[in-house]
DNA sequence: ATTATTGTATTAGGCTCTTAATACAATAAT
DNA sequence: ATTATTGTATTAAGAGCCTAATACAATAAT
């Protein structure tokens, strides 16, 4: 599982995102506990204050709770969970075809690009 | 014509997006005169400084040239500027899909989503 | 009781981006 | 020739992000 953190935006930013593809994904399961701060600062490479900002983020949106002394647990309201999901991917496409349309494209175009990329895609393979 | 300056990611990089965005769409014609920095700088809030540093990458890219004291011009080469709007087109496709992929959708689930939000846009007007 | 592990807070410093205020350089317009 | 307008460069200051180094607080484990 790499974090694959870039230089051209906030870090603490890209590391609420990357918790969060692994809670709706599944990598961090409903209700299991997270490596402890200090870990995961490690695993990413980033000092532990900027982690502890990112957990702060993430437990202030409801994704994850702290007990005190034990460690920092994904929430078991998988409702929860799958409403974050829905909506990270709707943010998607609604920034998707937002800035596709800045360029001139309509949606039906954008899915045929999408098609014939995909195509490409094929043939490298 | 809105600027829409976000605080998250840096300002200059904005303003080369959106005058490569201009470019690509005819706002600012190939072999055009763009407004002088200064106007620029104005029209977007920003300083003389930030807006300079955004046109010398557009300069550095070639979509822009300046004539010392007349101004600066969009490029003349029009195979340039599309070849600017495809790579801008297919950067965002390519990233769409990967983000989506991270979230566990393939394209032609991505496809159906784009498809249905496009529906529920429908119902709304 | 003691120890180790957990989250949390604080302080200092460096870095980049942004603004502000100038100044300079070149040339088109007058 | 003079003036105005163009791009460009410099310096200083402030804000936000990140790191580093600590220290503290609470509690599970021993």
């Given at each position: ?18 918790i ?5 994904t599944g990598?961090?399961?409903?209700g299991?506990?997270?490596p402890?701060?200090?870990e ?12 502890q ?9 409801g ?10 647990f ?50 490298k393979?």
């Open positions: 599982m790499a974090w694959n953190l870039q230089s051209d935006r906030p870090i603490y930013a890209q590391l609420v995102e990357e969060q593809r692994r809670i709706v990598v961090y399961p409903a299991s506990r997270l402890a701060v200090r995961l600062a490690v695993e990413a490479s980033v000092n532990p204050n900027t982690m900002r990112a957990l702060a983020k993430l437990e202030e949106d994704l994850l709770y702290t007990q005190r002394t034990s460690g920092r994904v929430t078991e309201e998988t409702e929860r969970i799958m409403q974050a999901k829905e909506e990270m991917a709707a943010d998607l496409i609604r920034r998707f075809i937002e800035s596709m349309g800045t360029l001139g494209y309509t949606s039906e175009q954008a899915m045929e690009l999408i098609k014939k990329q995909k195509e490409e895609e094929q043939c393979i």
